[in-house]
């Protein structure tokens, strides 16, 4: 399969990009286009103890939440000082970069970022790496197995099992007749998330096993990409995450879940843990949090913040 971008050359653009912030303050994202929360300037380490920045990098899932609270924060308090008095008299500056899961653990790693953002559980290898670490999890997502809404199979099923996913996103079925013979003679298209994302390795772990995706499947550069792929396209399958689906179904319905071995992908099933492709999304630190990254965190678990999860449409871990 042809990667969208190497893992090194994701982490080379997450440290290119941080230090464009403390250079310039025009955050270029790990992968993308950041969101630089404030105008205000410094050029000491995201680390130190009096740094008045806060840098987040990493999971394309927890990306739109964090910009939107960094950017709703700032606008309230504009100056660190605001949100406690006994903290510096300087502006807000809280940087997101999207870039995936992978590049959010490995950019904490290497110190190129305060807090990693990530859409998966922690490796064992990771959680070794890392040391010292917290979780801050945010909310609880799943993949749904999701088709185009006008696809015909939406009247013909509404679940598929684990071997059928398997050897859909495999190759192994590729047309859409192989799943039920009345269905058109088309070819099924499959879409994933970059290699990167946290989500490929969910989907890995809790369907693939051991079975490679095909080569055939095209990578999406964010959860939002992937829906929209699949809205777009009569034919496509893939693997949208909770949240990103909710969102796309806003308007009117352009995509359908299907069951996986007969479990709906809903807010309950999830919380139950009885619908089993899912994942928790959260950010992850290293040490005690200073006082101002506690400040922002203290935010984030907010009521602002759990009505900004519940927006993106994702179920609030909090």
């Known amino acids: 399969m042809e990667f969208a971008k190497s893992s090194k050359s994701k982490i080379l653009a997450v440290v290119m990009a941080l230090a464009l912030v403390l250079s310039s303050l025009a955050l270029t994202a790990c992968s993308g286009q950041g969101n630089n929360s404030s105008s205000s300037s410094s050029t000491s380490s995201s680390s130190s103890e009096d740094a008045t920045h806060v840098m987040f ?9 964090m910009s939107s609270l960094a950017s709703s924060f700032t606008d309230t308090y504009e100056k660190w000082n605001k949100v406690d008095s006994s903290l510096p ?84 079925i590729t047309k859409w007749s192989e799943v039920d013979s009345s269905l058109p003679d088309q070819e099924i298209q499959v879409y994933i998330r970059d290699l990167s994302g946290g989500a490929y390795e969910v989907f890995q772990t809790n369907i693939m096993g051991d079975t490679q995706i095909t080569s055939a499947a095209t990578q999406s550069a964010s959860m939002t990409e992937l829906a929209t792929n699949i809205a777009n396209n009569e034919w496509a399958i893939g693997y949208a995450g909770y949240g990103a689906y909710n969102k796309a179904n806003k308007s009117s319905k352009v995509l359908f879940a299907m069951k996986v071995d007969g479990v709906e992908c809903t807010e309950a099933n999830i919380l139950s843990g009885d619908y089993k492709v899912q994942r928790p999304v959260m950010f992850v630190g290293k040490g005690e949090p200073t006082k101002i990254q506690q400040a922002f965190i203290d935010y984030i678990f907010s009521d602002t913040g759990r009505e900004v999860v519940e927006s993106n449409g994702y179920i609030p871990a909090f």
């Not at 790693?109 to 859409?119: I, L, S, Y």
């Not at 010292?132 to 015909?152: G, I, M």
């Open 57 to 65: 990098c990493g999971s394309t899932s927890l990306y739109p939440i």
């Open 89 to 172: 008299e300087k502006n807000i500056s809280i940087y997101v970069a999207p870039g995936g899961s992978g590049v959010g653990v490995s950019a904490l790693k290497e110190g190129t970022c305060d807090f990693g953002m990530v859409a998966r559980s922690l490796k064992d290898k990771e959680k070794e790496e890392l040391g010292d670490y917290k979780e801050y999890q945010v909310a609880k997502d799943a993949l749904t197995v999701s088709v185009n809404a006008s696809n015909p199979i939406t009247e013909k099923m509404d679940s598929m099992t684990s071997d059928m996913i398997r050897d859909i996103f495999a190759g192994k």
